[in-house]
């Protein structure tokens, strides 16, 4: 499937030719992503049911209603019910029994039911959460190497004088957003596909043959790997410190640890049997309690076919609908939270969040974003 790229791109001059334009493609939102509050209530809700009818979900969904309905057509049947309406004292012993067991072992199935889904459902949110929170770190870490790069490395303010420099900044930092969006590709399972590098040619990140350079299933890995070993050339040729050194080595590691696996299925995974369970528990509950819905109407329906014009029919069939798709839906937020990587609104919306952080590197690269009290002399006083 390939990549849908729900933006448009802006074009900048940022007054410099020598810039590659890495830096200059800012990819903006067709629609305005929020983040997840009590006052967005409305607003997630709206796009939860879409999620789910883009799914057809919410076709599933309806199976279990209209089965309990056409069934109980069916057995309201006076062959079903041999003693005539009603379920007073022995009366209609198949059917009216048949009611009262399916009551009973829904509600023990909805006993042990309600533990182990709270717990599912539960793992689900902190599962995504922490892969949440881990792209968080990427950013913030991401930023910390931007700026730790652009203020270590040797900066000229004449870049047709010292070109070399200048380049060598330019590279380095676009490497430092090279890594950070491959590390995004590998949470969307796109890191080696035609549709990842189309993206990040699109973002001006590859140079040359840096995309056949980079190691197929850790090219982000790879790019760690080129920053550390620039350093060290660098060390070598004179141009930092030892010192320097070592600072660029920590803080490239800590972002490796950091853009590892975003998705992490190692350790934020459900376990198999586990959700096979639970799974298991919700369908069985489902389907009993659709039987044991179609016994009732089909008590309530013998003899008085008008119930289904009264209040009391019409608000047992909406609760019906209700519940059963509320219960298939906790079980499927393990599928629509599993990976908040995508491309849907209610992902991360890293088009934009990316696009600042490129920005900056950009703008660091350029190194002209410093006061006139940078300078010696300038600028001096005390606080008042």
């Known amino acids: 499937m390939s990549v849908r790229y729900k933006t448009t791109v802006v074009e900048k001059d940022y007054e410099s030719k020598t810039l590659s334009n890495w830096g200059s493609k800012i990819e903006e939102p067709a629609v305005s992503c929020r983040n997840a509050s009590p006052k967005d209530l409305k607003l997630l809700w709206h796009r939860w049911l879409m999620e789910m009818m883009r ?24 062959k079903f019910f041999p003693d005539g309406y009603g379920c007073e004292g022995t009366k209609n012993p198949g059917m009216c029994g048949l009611e009262k067991e399916l009551s009973a072992e829904i509600g023990q199935i909805r006993t042990l039911m309600a533990f182990i889904l709270g717990g599912f459902v539960a793992g689900t949110n902190t599962f995504w959460r922490l892969r949440r929170n881990n792209y968080a770190v990427l950013c913030g870490r991401a930023r ?6 652009g ?6 303010t004449n870049k047709e004088e010292d070109a070399e420099s200048f380049n060598r900044r330019d590279t380095m930092l676009r490497w430092v957003v090279l890594g ?6 590998k949470g969307r399972g796109q890191i080696d596909s035609i549709e990842g590098r189309d993206h990040l040619e699109f973002l001006g990140l590859l140079k040359d043959d840096e995309w056949d350079k ?3 299933g850790d090219r982000h890995t790879t790019v760690w790997y080129w920053l550390q070993s620039k350093a060290a050339d660098l060390r070598a040729e004179g141009v930092i410190e030892e010192l320097r050194l070592m600072q660029f080595i920590n803080i490239t590691a ?11 299925r190692l350790d ?12 298991s528990l919700i369908n069985l509950n489902l389907w009993a309690y659709t039987a044991q819905k179609t016994v009732q109407w089909s008590i309530w329906t013998h003899g008085n076919a008008q119930i289904w014009l009264t209040p009391r ?27 908040p990587f995508g491309w849907r609104e209610l992902d991360i919306p890293h088009n934009i969040i990316g696009g600042g952080i490129r920005n900056l590197a950009k703008k660091v690269a350029l190194g002209e974003n410093f006061p006139s009290t940078m300078k010696s002399g300038v600028g001096t006083g005390t606080i008042s």
């Not at 203020?151 to 000229?156: G, I, M, V």
């Not at 950070?180 to 590709?185: G, H, Q, S, T």
């Not at 934020?268 to 799974?279: L, Q």
């Open 313 to 339: 029919m019409w608000f047992a069939v909406i609760f019906f609908i209700c519940y059963t798709s509320l219960l298939a839906m906790l079980f499927d937020v393990s599928h629509t939270l599993y990976n």
């Open 144 to 149: 910390t190497l931007i700026i730790q790069f």
């Open 268 to 279: 934020r995974d459900h376990s198999i049997p586990y959700s096979a369970i639970v799974g």
């Open 55 to 78: 799914n057809r979900k919410l076709i599933q969904y309806s199976m279990f209603p209209v089965i309990a309905i056409c069934l109980s057509f069916i057995f309201c049947n006076s």
């Open 151 to 156: 203020a270590l490395l040797p900066r000229t």
């Open 180 to 185: 950070y969006e491959l590390a995004v590709l």
């Open 214 to 216: 980079l190691i197929e």
């Open 254 to 264: 800590n972002m490796r640890d950091t853009a590892n696996d975003l998705m992490s």
